[in-house]
């Protein structure tokens, strides 16, 4: 039986798990059909627009609140795509994107994320080319980014404040809100055109989506490991969670999809 | 970098004996936000009329919280694909409903609607939006959009 990935801060990275992360990226974003980077980019928004934020219906007019559940698979789906670009060792998860954390607050979005390059070699996290034909008009160009001042970014505290919520619905709305201002703050603008982050249909073609949807999930995770893992409204248990095979409550158990958010392990015999 | 959109102003103060006086959280609830353009910062103020972005989102001027937009960036399909259908007849239909139908947004607001309940004062909600990001497909100034307001307090 395969181990569980172990998703870890991107800070916490050595050189040599950045060099594989940054190897698969590259070659995930060079394959243009539907194993590649452009594919999965096009799920969330354009041209696609599977993604699901705030409340949605189904049949009838109860609300479903599939924020967490949906990225939660599609972060799933695209590790699994990143994996196959990647040699069987070392495992790579996807690295999370920790906001709270000091570095963040002091020179905002970390440099494995930022920099264009990596010892004369293009960095992938720090950008991608959008191709999307089918959008009104057509795109087709680089990533913009135009993040924010460092000291703004939500505190730890906040989210802390957040995981005594015992509520799903009530968590997943201020989690989701935290979500949205990270999204804007990453996005930002440079006066006359906006970052991408900011804007829904483009988001998930900026490799910094990836680890900050990566982090909403392991927060998800934490309150879980507070408030219950199988802690959701009942009703949205069998709900598909389209394009995906899986339902809401394939998704609750993130061990059971193979992955782990440990971020240290020590043996006391 | 950042430019502030249309402020909203409550029209008509809510009075302060409507609320009740033993609550343990209060909640402002934006109902029905419009999502489909940029992505901004919505600073809410309760009894500070002049609020504006440089504002300083502290209690002392009233600052009750915040709700963020991850918009839409506007319509990238063609004619007709951002037009909302907000009801739908069909039961059998298994589709999700549009992503666009408007969402709503809680700000938890405890200390700013229990200092107006302290104070006895009637409750004016100012909302100052801050536009973070759009493309050239979304609108730039009236972007704050939302049917009401619920003030929702618990025990």
């Known amino acids: 039986m395969a181990s569980l990935t172990v998703r870890k801060n991107i800070e916490s990275l050595t050189p040599a798990e950045l060099q594989v992360l940054r190897d698969a990226y590259l070659r995930l974003q060079s394959i243009w059909d ?236 | 970098m950042y430019a502030q959109g249309k402020v909203f102003q409550s029209t008509t103060p809510l009075p302060v004996s409507t609320v009740p006086e033993q609550f343990v959280r209060a909640d402002l609830e934006f109902i029905d936000v419009d999502h489909a353009g940029p992505s901004f910062e919505a600073r809410v103020f309760v009894n500070n009329p002049n609020a504006n972005m440089n504002t300083p989102p502290t209690e002392a001027y009233g600052f009750a919280g915040c709700f963020n937009v991850f918009g839409h960036g506007g319509c990238f399909g063609d004619p007709g694909h951002c037009d909302v259908h907000e009801k739908r007849e069909d039961s059998f239909d298994p589709r999700l409903s549009h992503p666009l139908i408007p969402m709503k947004k809680v700000v938890i607001a405890t200390a700013a609607i229990r200092k107006a309940v302290n104070q006895r004062t009637d409750i004016h909600v100012t909302v100052v939006p801050i536009i973070k990001s759009w493309t050239e497909k979304s609108e730039a100034d009236d972007i704050l959009r939302f049917d009401h307001i619920n003030l929702i307090t618990y025990r």
């Not at chain 1, 354009?46 to 939660?72: A, E, G, K, M, V």
């Not at chain 1, 670009?85 to 494995?112: F, M």
């Not at chain 1, 201020?174 to 996005?187: F, K, M, P, R, T």
């Open chain 1, 34 to 269: 539907n194993r590649g980077y452009n594919y999965f980019a096009g799920l969330h928004g354009i041209p696609n627009w599977y993604c699901n934020h705030h409340d949605r219906s189904i049949r009838t007019l109860q609300n479903l609140r599939l924020f967490l559940p949906w990225h939660r698979a599609y972060l799933l789906y695209f590790e699994k795509a990143l994996r196959d670009q990647a040699g069987p060792d070392p495992k790579i998860g996807l690295p999370w994107w920790d906001w709270t954390s000091a570095t963040s607050h002091t020179i905002g979005v970390p440099a494995a994320l930022a920099e264009p390059a990596v010892d004369g070699r293009f960095n992938p996290l720090s950008r991608a080319a959008i191709y999307a034909p089918a959008a009104n008009p057509p795109i087709w160009r680089w990533t913009r980014r135009f993040p924010g001042d460092p000291r703004w970014l939500p505190s730890a505290a906040l989210v802390n404040s957040l995981l005594d919520l015992s509520q799903f619905r009530d968590f997943s709305i201020q989690l989701e809100d935290i979500h949205d201002y990270v999204h804007g703050w990453a996005g930002g603008n440079n006066g006359s055109v906006g970052g991408d982050m900011g804007n829904l249909g483009t988001a998930a073609w900026d490799p910094l989506f990836w680890s900050h949807h990566c982090t909403i999930d392991r927060i998800w995770y934490m309150w879980q490991l507070r408030q219950g893992v199988n802690n959701i409204s009942p009703e949205l248990l069998p709900v598909v969670l389209q394009p995906f095979s899986l339902t809401v409550e394939d998704v609750l158990n993130v061990n059971a999809l193979g992955y782990e958010y440990a971020i240290s392990k020590v043996a006391i015999r």
